[in-house]
Each structure stands twice: as C-alpha cells, then as structure tokens.
C-alpha cells in the first residue's frame, strides 16, 4: 500500500519570504502522480500543483514549485514570494496511474502554513 | 451546477441517531469519491463511484456506512447509528472521468458532522 508522509504540523514565513513544505511517499510502483492540495478555511481542498512520475522536469505553478525526486521518494513545495492568502493546510497526495483504478488520492496528514506580515 | 455542492454544511446530532450526508458533484462528472477528514488530519479514503456503481468500497469504516448514487449524479453517504468517533468533516469530491489519467479532483466545502 502506498503512504504518503508530511514531517512538518506546522510551518510559519515571513509575507514575501520563501517556503519549502516537505513530503515523502513510500510505493513499489514506477508511475503515478504527485500532488499538492491547499485547504483554507472554507474547507475547499483547491488543486496547487501537480506531477507526473515519468517527467523529470519539475513542474512549475507560477509562484508555485515542486522538487520530485524519484529515487529519494521525495516531493516538496516551494512557495515564492509568500501571501497572506496562502495562509492554509497543504497536503501532499499521491495516485496510482493504473487504467481504470479511479482517480483516488492517497494523503498526508497535512502542513499547517502561517504567513505573517 | 458550477462546482461541487454539499449539504448539509454542518450537523449536529446525538449519538445513535442516523444521519444522510448529500453531495452533488460537478455536471458530466461520471466519478465521485467520499473522504472523511478527522480534527486535524489528512483524509481519509471511504468510496468511489464510476456512474453508479462502486468499484471501490474499501474504506467504509464499518458497516454502519453506506453510500448510494442515482442517476450518475447525486450521492448520499448515511452513517447508522452515529457514534462520537464519527464526527469529522465529510468531503466529497468529483472528476470527469475515474478512467482517465487526469487526476485531478474537484472538492466539496464538506459536511461537517458532530457527534453529541
């Protein structure tokens, strides 16, 4: 079974200042997808950005990065220029990429962000 | 509608009644997931839909929970005999396609559930 593990409860920065929020995973499988989720208050999990196992390139979300690495089993989240929006739960989480296995995520326990101004 | 749309937002109730936890997914979504979020944790897993069907109900935590959707619509998640334990946010999520690789799921703003 695959599990996804974020190490970090809480992480604060400084408004404008850089972020790195940490998420390892544990698989025996070679493809499937990687993906970050903020929940802000309202509860509403919103798509930040997404991976593809296969790419080597680091995908990219206007302020938003990821470092993939693969044979670490390691994917992170880099947050530029930080704002008081993105104050928020992130959650890393991981989906097979099998044909017709549904598109179910499997997540970690979540990373609280503050941002102060 | 525009998104994905549940309901109730919040309820309350006293343990060992039933309760019915509603989600409308996002028009031609053909898959719908439920996860149930405990206070401050990740989500967990309960059941998927492909249509109407479930291919994959391995997350109901007990037999006290059971889901439903009619017309490759709507879904309903009813917990029996609710238990304190039960209480969490309810989230629902669809997507256009449980075959296709795109991955992506649109979220409900979940039902928050109490348990007295």
């Known amino acids: 079974a695959q599990t996804v593990t974020q190490s970090q409860p809480e992480m604060s920065v400084q408004e404008a200042e850089t972020v790195t929020l940490s998420c390892t995973y544990d698989?025996?499988?070679?493809?499937?997808?990687l993906f970050w989720y903020k929940q802000p208050p309202s509860r509403q999990m919103i798509l930040v950005i997404r991976?593809?196992?296969?790419?080597?390139q680091n995908a990219t979300e206007n302020r938003f990065s990821v470092n993939f690495q693969k044979a670490a089993k390691s994917f992170s989240l880099k947050i530029s220029d930080s704002q008081l929006g993105d104050a928020a739960m992130y959650f890393c989480?991981?989906?097979?990429?099998?044909?017709?296995?549904?598109?179910?995520?499997?997540f970690g326990g979540g990373t609280r962000l503050m941002v102060k101004p | 509608g525009a998104g994905v749309s549940q309901s109730p937002s919040n309820k309350v109730t006293e343990k060992g009644k039933d309760v019915e936890l509603r989600c409308d997914p996002i028009?031609?979504?053909?898959?719908l997931y439920w996860y149930r979020q405990s206070l401050g944790q990740g989500l967990e897993f309960l059941i998927y839909?492909?249509?109407?069907?479930?291919?994959?109900k391995s997350g109901l935590p007990s037999d006290r929970f059971s889901a439903e959707r009619t017309g490759g619509s709507v879904s309903t998640l009813t917990i029996q005999r609710t238990q304190q334990e039960d209480s969490a946010v309810y989230l629902c999520?669809?997507?256009?396609?449980?075959?296709?690789?795109?991955?992506?799921?649109?979220f409900g703003e979940g039902s928050r559930l109490t348990v007295l």
């Open positions: 999520a669809s997507s256009l396609d449980g075959t296709a690789n795109t991955g992506e799921l649109f």
């Open positions: 991976q593809e196992a296969y790419k080597q």
């Open positions: 698989t025996s499988e070679s493809d499937y997808y």
């Open positions: 028009s031609g979504h053909t898959a």
């Open positions: 839909f492909q249509g109407n069907s479930a291919p994959d």
């Open positions: 989480a991981y989906r097979r990429n099998w044909y017709n296995a549904g598109n179910m995520l499997t």
